[in-house]
């Protein structure tokens, strides 16, 4: 083989190699979201491999204390579900899901109601997220959601006296029950454990 000699050399210095990066592999990519993010095997390879990568990885920068899990099922099973309903969700961006989710992980929007309030947001694309909660009728305001639960309390204060605060699990599947989809269960466990506490 002869040298080129109608294009002149070009010299390849150390310092541009270094300064080659490479994509990131798959494999490397699900490991990093099971060790660094705590994702299970399952949920890493499949986000790992999916078209939605991208919008994963703004979600999470954008909102880092989202519960990934729901995050990863609803980029990943809610939104096709949706889909296989009929509902337009093209209609719905990053702009959307990370104002949600934001919601989601401080308390203000409950698992159930997630993709209640993307068929909103997909069906009128302009509406804002506070609004299109609200419009589903989520979220319960913490006076409200206290009174039930000093309500259910007091009528089951024998078994509370008797189960401690094993009595919690058993209490938060009855208020659960009043407000499914309107109050998140993070909210209500943190009221139940401080309130069946103060009783005992």
């Known amino acids: 083989m002869y040298p080129e000699t ?3 050399p070009v010299l390849i210095t150390q310092e541009r190699i270094s300064g080659i990066k490479l ?3 798959i494999n490397e990519r699900v490991l990093r979201y099971m060790k660094d993010m705590g994702l299970n095997r399952e949920l890493a390879n499949q986000i ?5 990568m991208p919008l994963f990885e703004s979600i999470i920068k954008d909102v ?8 990863v099922r609803t980029l990943e099973t809610t939104l096709d579900e949706l889909a296989k309903e009929g509902v337009p969700v093209g209609n719905i961006t990053e702009e959307h899901l990370i104002p949600l989710f934001k919601l989601h992980s401080g308390g203000n929007v409950p698992n159930e109601a997630v993709p209640g309030v993307l068929k909103i947001i997909a069906e009128k694309p302009a509406i804002a997220v506070d609004d299109a909660v609200r419009s589903l009728g989520v979220g319960v305001k913490t006076g409200e959601l206290e009174a039930v639960i ?7 204060m024998d078994f509370i006296k008797e189960k401690g605060i094993d009595s919690v699990g058993p ?3 009855i208020v659960m029950k009043e407000f499914r989809g309107k109050a998140s269960g993070k909210e209500i466990s943190r009221i139940l454990k401080e309130k069946v506490s103060g009783k005992l």
Not at 64 to 69: C, F, I, R, S, V
């Open 48 to 52: 790992a491999r999916s078209r939605n």
């Open 64 to 71: 880092p204390e989202a519960n990934l899990t729901m995050v």
């Open 6 to 8: 109608d294009v002149p």
């Open 171 to 173: 209490l938060m599947g």
């Open 150 to 156: 000093d309500r259910i309390i007091d009528e089951r």
């Open 23 to 25: 994509p990131e592999l």
